[in-house]
């Protein structure tokens, strides 16, 4: 069989969310996928959900990382596949040769939601100053709820 290198995209989640954070990513560089099977799991300022391949074949790049913030459309992966039904998303450019884009970010890292980030910035504070919010989302995330509850506790 014929087989091709498609882009996988980051996938829309409507007219006002253009930004996905990458939670956790499941397969590497080499893995075979089958249709269906979960890439990765991303997250909105408004829900979390799971990321599944698009077809069968073998990730040959991933570009999408744990804690990345990755706009709609965006390559997140390339599969190499012979599914002719993702010709459309065919690959323009040469393979990641099989690399990481980038270097994860460590796991003890604190990320920021967007609605949290929107959250604290409308309270006048600066995100990248707050060191002592507890972050109690998936991946050390820091969510709207500890926002609020961070606030809270600042009145009282």
Request: aromatic residues 4%; charged residues 25%; proline residues 7%.
């Amino acid at each position: 069989m014929d087989t091709f290198i498609i882009d996988v995209p980051v996938p829309s989640m409507g007219a006002t969310v253009s930004e996905l954070n990458v939670i956790v990513i499941k397969v590497k560089p080499g893995d075979r996928v089958a249709k269906g099977q979960r890439l990765a799991d991303l997250e909105s300022d408004k829900s979390a959900f799971e990321f599944e391949s698009p077809c069968e074949g073998v990730i040959r790049a991933m570009l999408g990382q744990p804690g990345a913030t990755m706009t709609s459309g965006q390559t997140f992966c390339q599969i190499e596949t012979s599914d002719s039904t993702q010709r459309h998303l065919e690959s323009k450019s040469a393979p990641a040769a099989g690399a990481v884009a980038a270097a994860p970010k460590p796991a003890t890292a604190v990320i920021w939601t967007p609605r949290a980030t929107k959250l604290a910035q409308e309270a006048g504070l600066d995100p990248a100053k707050l060191t002592d919010i507890e972050a109690t989302g998936p991946g050390n995330r820091v969510s709207g709820d500890d926002v609020q509850k961070y606030l809270a506790q600042r009145k009282g």
